[in-house]
């Protein structure tokens, strides 16, 4: 018998360890297992991926996300445009490097603009690759872009032989060759440069290429000819990025989104009006300072409410052991009829003052801010508020409202 314990306390040395160890190692093994699945090729990559899928599903982990990825990319290398998609548009929704983002928008972009594929389809097709030149461009990623410009290309198929200026400016804007756009536009009559597609591209290709001072007279160009929504929009846009290097700006960025949320709502756009009148708002708070002074202020309050809920704990802490201080004296001294010692009732009083001093304070931290800094931000607030109503209107009288 004895022998038999040794042998099960044994056995469970052993198996504890184990057992331990099984959570550290699981990582590990499930790194081993997508590099083993990831170094295989065509079909039989795909199925060691999908079965490594299946393993660990959990969409948490990168080695997961990955093989999503490499899935997608693979099935587009075997022409398996529809298995492309489908684990390619899967991975889109999950956590990727930029790296990879930009070149799953190249898979999905390639495997919809494919003319053989099932699941052929021009406008998702070029979707992906606007999207693709897009996150590029931001991210810096070259290598993505010069491919998504070139599969752009693709997609549009050869030009027509013979183009209008208007048809020809908007291709090379199309194939994000705004250098092209601004120089053809450059070299027209001026017959052709006063149509307002052309210009209106033009000003367009400008913006893209980071011409903003060009491209904002053009927009106004365009904007007093006949005052659009679309093109106040971008006036204010431009004022916005400049405004960034040069505070004196701040007006004319309010004013020009003012008068889009004007325009925006003459044209019954409500949703854009808003956006305009609110952005409008807060360059206005931006300029004087008051987004982060509201910032500032939450951030006090929100350590404050912090403060009173721990607080509130350590009181409803502290009063439960009271009260369990209170029933063994009544148990030990008072169903005796015998009278507490003095040391017994200190030990009462000590845990009342720290409730009340907890009370106390959590209630001085509360009203603190609604007395000062509550009370200094709702009078600036009203005040630039009230400057706001004033621009507001002036804007509307200017647009002849």
């Not at 930029?98 to 495997?111: F, K, P, T, V």
């Not at 048809?167 to 440069?193: C, M, N, R, V």
């Not at 960025?253 to 952005?279: H, P, Q, R, W």
Request: hydrophobic letters at 35%.
């Amino acid at each position: 018998m004895k022998k038999l314990i040794f042998v099960l306390v044994f056995m469970s040395l052993i198996i504890l360890p184990c057992l331990a160890q099984s959570d550290a190692d699981k990582e590990v093994a499930r790194t081993q297992e997508f590099v083993a699945a990831s170094i295989k090729k065509g079909a039989e990559k795909i199925s060691a991926l999908k079965a490594y899928i299946q393993k660990f599903p959990e969409t948490s982990s990168k080695w997961t996300v990955l093989a999503y990825y490499n899935v997608a990319m693979e099935s587009l290398l075997l022409n398996d445009c529809s298995q492309a998609v489908q684990y390619g548009e899967k991975a889109l929704k999950m956590e990727l490097g930029d790296a990879e983002h930009g070149r799953l928008l190249l898979i999905l972009a390639n495997a919809y603009g494919n003319k053989k594929g099932s699941v052929f389809n021009l406008d998702k097709g070029n979707d992906y690759v606007d999207k693709a030149i897009s996150f590029a461009e931001t991210k810096n990623l070259d290598d993505v872009l010069d491919e998504a410009r070139k599969l752009k290309a693709q997609l549009a198929g050869p030009p027509p032989k013979k183009m209008s200026p208007e048809q020809q400016i908007k291709y090379h804007f199309s194939l994000s060759d705004y250098s092209a756009a601004i120089s053809y536009y450059q070299q027209l009559p001026a017959a052709d440069k006063a149509n307002e597609e052309i210009h209106k591209t033009y000003a367009n290709a400008l913006f893209k290429a980071d011409k903003y001072d060009a491209a904002l007279n053009e927009f106004q160009a365009l904007n007093n000819k006949g005052k659009k929504a679309v093109y106040a929009s971008k006036i204010a846009e431009i004022y916005g990025i400049k405004a960034k290097k040069n505070k004196a700006l701040a007006d004319n960025v309010i004013d020009a989104f003012l008068d889009a949320s004007i325009l925006y709502s003459k044209e019954g756009s409500s949703a854009n009006a808003k956006t305009c009148m609110d952005t409008a708002r807060y360059q206005l708070y931006e300029k004087y300072g008051t987004n982060d002074r509201i910032k500032k202020y939450n951030a006090t309050v929100g350590t404050q409410q912090d403060s009173s809920k721990k607080n509130e704990v350590e009181i409803a802490r502290i009063e439960k052991e009271l009260r369990k201080e209170q029933r063994r004296l009544r148990k030990e001294y008072e169903s005796q009829d015998i009278e507490a010692p003095q040391y017994e009732l200190d030990k009462i009083k000590k845990l009342e003052k720290k409730i009340e001093a907890l009370k106390s304070g959590a209630s001085s931290s509360s009203a603190t801010p609604k007395n000062d800094e509550s009370k200094k931000l709702e009078e600036e607030l009203k005040k630039v508020n009230q400057e706001f109503e004033d621009l507001v209107a002036k804007a509307k009288k200017r647009m002849g409202m």
